[in-house]
């Protein structure tokens, strides 16, 4: 697996853009997002009306609609992960899907670490496949999150 972190092309991002490359018995996804406000006000709000449980509810709720014939997708366990406080705000949920696609049974973990600090709030997801696929790292979303909140703290 390789993992790659550049700097944004500008200075005042805190954005750290990420390429995860993986073998290919594995199948593995990573993102992060930001949101900068006008105000620190404004991203605390941002924060107390997002960084909760019930965010997980609207993904149960989407999830419910993907189920076809041949492949069903239930969430398993959900709720919030223990993770180090990074930045300011730290918050950080998991969620394990259960997957029955033709009959083939495995489960993957989604996981939401979301920082803050200041007028930003930033978002790392990650998704890991459990057996027989292989699955992330011990301790990369760690890592990755860990150099999201040095943006941060810029």
């Not at 290919?24 to 993102?31: E, F, L, Q, R």
């Not at 009959?103 to 993957?108: D, L, P, R």
């Not at 973990?109 to 803050?116: Q, S, W, Y």
Request: aromatic share 6%; with cysteine.
């Amino acid at each position: 697996m390789t993992i790659t972190s550049r700097k944004p092309a500008t200075n005042d991002s805190p954005i750290a853009c990420v390429t995860i490359r993986c073998c290919p018995a594995s199948i593995v996804a990573g993102t992060s997002m930001a949101a900068i406000f006008k105000t620190t006000k404004d991203a605390e709000n941002g924060w107390n009306l997002e960084a909760k449980t019930q965010i997980l509810d609207c993904l149960a709720e989407a999830l419910g609609q993907t189920s076809t014939g041949s492949a069903t997708v239930k969430i398993a366990a959900r709720g919030k992960l223990a993770f180090p406080h990074l930045a300011q705000r730290t918050a950080a949920f998991y969620v394990r899907l259960a997957f029955n696609v033709q009959g083939i049974k495995f489960n993957t973990d989604l996981r939401f670490i979301l920082l803050g600090r200041g007028r930003a709030n930033l978002a790392l997801m990650s998704l890991s496949p459990g057996k027989p696929l292989t699955a992330l790292p011990a301790g990369l979303d760690r890592s990755l999150a860990a150099t999201l909140a040095r943006r941060l703290h810029g």
